[in-house]
């Protein structure tokens, strides 16, 4: 129960952090049409999903580098923007934020969820 509570308390910060530098990076290329696109996240949005990611989700974070958390971040953006549905999404999530034996349960992964869609 405490991690939910961490995670909808780091959800709700990381909202009212974008909430104030909101707007649209217009001045990424184009992926070719038949490969799923490559989302690089603003760097400053990457390091609140990271220092977010790292207070809620001690375990999953543990041994890894900030590239290695922002990038659960950059895949799970590209898949929404791939238009994957939000429930092989989160099954991506699961997957991408498994640290050893320890993976990221169903509630954990839809956290991580809700907070990307922000972010992306």
Partial sequence: ???????????????????????????????PA?????????????????VSYRNAFPKLAAGRDDLAVSGVLNQT???????KSEADTIAGIVKSSTNGSVSATEQEARAVYDMAKLMC
Avoid at 4 to 17: R, S, W
Avoid at 35 to 40: D, E, F, H, S
């Fill in 1 to 31: 129960m405490s991690r939910t509570t961490a995670a909808l308390a780091a959800g709700t910060a990381v909202f009212a952090l974008l909430l104030t530098g909101c707007g649209e990076d217009s001045s990424t290329a184009a992926a």
């Fill in 34 to 50: 038949t490969t799923t696109p490559a989302v690089q996240v603003d760097p400053g949005k990457a390091g609140m999903f990271v």
């Fill in 77 to 83: 953006c590209s898949d929404i923007k791939a238009g």
